[in-house]
T-cell receptor, first 115, second 110 residues
Framework: ETGVTQSPTHLIKTRGQQVTLRCSSQSGHNTVSWYQQALGQGPQFIFQYYREEENGRGNFPPRFSGLQFPNYSSELNVNALELDDSALYLCASSLDGGATTYEQYFGPGTRLTVT | GENVEQHPSTLSVQEGDSAVIKCTYSDSASNYFPWYKQELGKRPQLIID?????GEKKDQRIAVTLNKTAKHFSLHITETQPEDSAVYFCAASFSNQFYFGTGTSLTVIP
């Protein structure tokens, strides 16, 4: 069984640019959630993908968008980057159990710096 | 949406003492409450969790209690060791959407 992986590890972008972050879910998991973790804060829920569709969204603007692929891997896209977007971006995978919530396991994160 | 509050933000204990971290949540629909440990520069690691149909769960030196009526849950670490030093996050979840507290930085003093 393989764990959650993310790429790239670090990224530096300029304000106004666009960025794509990638996540491969743990083997057997069909649900991927994305989080933004600012320094010294807890992870903030961005959105979740299940069966290639968005399945819930936190309080983030539309310039944060995502995709999930048939193999359950996922991308997070952020357009028109702002300085406040600098953070650790974590993805987490889990098995969707309908009414039952299953354990969620995190990837190592992508550290995004916007200058 | 769900709002999770966590206290204290920092906690220092002597090695061998107990540590308690408390969280409250707002959405009565939340039914799953995990705790994560995050060491500096590393990913959050699940250490224990509890579901809403259970009042208490224990795993060796770690225990979690849940009071659904009061909407609060707590993490208890007994016989603390220096390697327990880390940031701990609580979370509340419903339908696979997780909302995290702001974290508690625990320092265990040898």
């Amino acid at each position: 069984e393989t764990g959650v992986t993310q790429s790239p590890t670090h990224l530096i972008k300029t304000r106004g640019q666009q960025v794509t972050l990638r996540c491969s879910s743990q083997s057997g998991h069909n649900t991927v959630s994305w989080y933004q973790q600012a320094l010294g804060q807890g992870p903030q829920f961005i959105f979740q993908y299940y069966r290639e569709e968005e399945n819930g969204r936190g309080n983030f603007p539309p310039r944060f968008s995502g995709l999930q692929f048939p193999n359950y891997s996922s991308e997070l896209n952020v357009n028109a980057l702002e300085l406040d977007d600098s953070a650790l971006y974590l993805c987490a995978s889990s098995l969707d159990g309908g009414a039952t919530t299953y354990e969620q396991y995190f990837g190592p994160g992508t550290r995004l710096t916007v200058t | 949406g769900e709002n999770v509050e966590q206290h204290p933000s920092t906690l220092s204990v002597q090695e061998g003492d107990s540590a308690v971290i408390k969280c409250t949540y707002s959405d009565s629909a939340s039914n799953y409450f995990p705790w994560y440990k995050q060491e500096l520069g590393k990913r959050p690691q699940l250490i224990i969790d509890i579901r809403s149909n259970v009042g208490e769960k224990k795993d060796q030196r770690i225990a979690v209690t849940l009071n659904k009526t009061a909407k609060h849950f707590s993490l208890h670490i007994t016989e603390t060791q220096p390697e327990d030093s880390a940031v701990y996050f609580c979370a509340a979840s419903f339908s696979n959407q997780f909302y995290f507290g702001t974290g508690t930085s625990l320092t265990v003093i040898p």
